[in-house]
T-cell receptor, first 110, second 114 residues
Framework: GQQVMQIPQYQHVQEGEDFTTYCNSSTTLSNIQWYKQRPGGHPVFLIQLVKSGEVKKQKRLTFQFGEAKKNSSLHITATQTTDVGTYFCAGDNYGQNFVFGPGTRLSVLP | KAGVTQTPRYLIKTRGQQVTLSCSPISGHRSVSWYQQTPGQGLQFLFEYFSETQRNKGNFPGRFSGRQFSNSRSEMNVSTLELGDSALYLC?????????????FGSGTQLSVL
């Protein structure tokens, strides 16, 4: 079955440093979504990428979808303590269920 | 618009018992999905219901079952509980319209099996 992997599993950064998490699917995806889960909270939708090679920005967050639609990345510029949480990618395999990656837990030291 | 509501928030059960969890989706959302979240395994897909029919099913044993009612509310049942079933159970709803497939999660039910 479809598998979605994410690296790294954990990332500790100093406030102001950049952060990147990578997501790879074993199969081609129709679209990919990113979610953020704060400690003690539930996942919250961040963005959806649909087109091959698509790049989207939300303030300090930059999302990319690979040309082959099998990988994606989330980059945060100049992290802040409010960025703390676990970031999940979720791949949509053409109408099947979303398959979530294991997540990358981000810690930001002030 | 009210968000996704899950009840109860916490549950403590013993091995062998059964449990039923409830999820009320956002008004107008006809799809409800269930996920199991554990610290080591991330979010594991259980099943998805759409218009009272199971649309997709994950790789979980038959002890895990669900249903959806005509008002889109969904229930998940776990029979013969095992210690390994301890987890946060999240439900998510979505509006099945083109280009608007994002999931809205509830706060989850934290199940502890003793």
């Amino acid at each position: 079955g479809q598998q979605v992997m994410q690296i790294p599993q954990y990332q500790h950064v100093q406030e102001g440093e950049d952060f990147t998490t990578y997501c790879n699917s074993s199969t081609t995806l129709s679209n990919i979504q990113w979610y953020k889960q704060r400690p003690g909270g539930h996942p919250v939708f961040l963005i959806q990428l649909v087109k091959s090679g698509e790049v989207k920005k939300q303030k300090r967050l930059t999302f990319q979808f690979g040309e082959a639609k099998k990988n994606s990345s989330l980059h945060i510029t100049a992290t802040q303590t409010t960025d703390v949480g676990t970031y999940f990618c979720a791949g949509d395999n053409y109408g099947q269920n979303f398959v979530f990656g294991p997540g990358t837990r981000l810690s930001v030291l002030p | 618009k009210a968000g996704v509501t899950q009840t109860p928030r916490y549950l403590i059960k013993t091995r062998g018992q059964q449990v039923t969890l409830s999820c009320s989706p956002i008004s107008g959302h006809r799809s409800v999905s269930w996920y199991q979240q554990t610290p080591g395994q991330g979010l594991q897909f259980l099943f998805e219901y759409f218009s009272e029919t199971q649309r997709n099913k994950g790789n979980f044993p038959g002890r895990f079952s669900g249903r959806q009612f005509s008002n889109s509310r969904s229930e998940m049942n776990v029979s013969t509980l095992e210690l390994g079933d301890s987890a946060l159970y999240l439900c998510a709803s979505r509006w099945m319209g083109q280009g608007n497939e994002k999931l809205f999660f509830g706060s989850g039910t934290q199940l502890s099996v003793l």
